[in-house]
């Protein structure tokens, strides 16, 4: 059997992987920022429309990856991406990011996503913390303003999930094809509570404080079932539960995400109360959602008691993050158990040890990855790379480092 080290070395050499591999293949010299599409192949689509989710991701990993290795052609990177997010995704009309443009950079769909307003804040941030660029500042300002302002329901609190380019109410809510047409979801939540959170680390008024323990409140009140310690996904306006599944990805994605914004605002009432609803969070992940092959699986359809044991190369990189976290926090072995056979996975079915970065979806049954993109409108270096970073942090947390 093939070993493979989870260790602050191996991953610190795997984040450097990454962020070459990104390099090294998705800068669009043609027409400027970076390709919409790299195939399962390495083939660069040139005609790829490009979207937010990807670019903001994009910005914001070369932003951090620049403070975490102090190096010059990251910082060089992260530019690139802040220049082009500015140019092609910024209102300057309406204020705010609309969701995507052609290969050469004309609107193809200009709705104003929550989510997506909501990464632009986090990669707004980072940058700002790697730059000192005010124009940075005034832009995650501006956008959390502007989501205050629109996308905040301030009868049944937490937030809409989409509007026209012009903020009106539009019918189609869907962040994906995949997705319930619901005006409230975890999902956008979730990464709502990482912007602010990355905001009130930059920016620390009262009125993001207000916002960011608001989201906090959202989730202990209405998006975690405490019953069962999984997240409901899908809302009405008035957070009656229209969830059809659970996501394992997403319930350890937020076990650690919650603690973060939690250290963030730094208050020993709001550490009481959220330190054992996260960790349940990690404990009931870890004890259900483990497949044959120690994956983390990626769903499970309630109604029909369906488990689905694909492995999306996302879930996994949260899992490594949560579950770390959750050793760092109790210093139980189980977790740490469960983060190298994690890691083991990983390396066995998703990484791609001949052209580089992370199949999106593998299964170990029959050792074969479905051809999806390694570059796209949701493929950016944001979950493995940021993965990487954070465990490295954790090592060092815990003394491993």
Known sequence: MEIFAFDSRAISTELDNIGQWWLDNTADEKEGGFVGEIDFFGKVIPDANKGIIQN??????????????????????AKRAFDYLLTYFDDKEFGGAIWEVSATGEQVNGKK???????CIYAFSAYYKLTGDETALEKAKQYFELTEKHARDYIHGGYI????KQWQVIEDLRLSDKDLNAPKSMNTHLHVLEAYSALYAILPTAEVKEALIHVLDIFEQHIINQENNHLRLFFDLQWNDQSLTLSYGHDIEASWLIWEAVEILDDEAIYAKFKPIILALADTCLNESIGKHKQVCDEYEIADNIRHEESHWWVQAEALVGFLNAYYLTNERRYLDSCIEIWFFIQRYHKDHFEGEWHWISSADNNEHNPQYKVGFWKAPYHNGRAMMEVVRLFKAIGKG
């Open 56 to 77: 903001s991701r994009i910005l914001w990993f070369y932003s951090e990856k620049a403070l975490f290795s102090g190096k010059e052609k990251y910082k060089e990177a």
């Open 161 to 164: 999930e989409a509007y026209t």
């Open 113 to 119: 996503q929550t989510y997506a307003q909501s990464f």
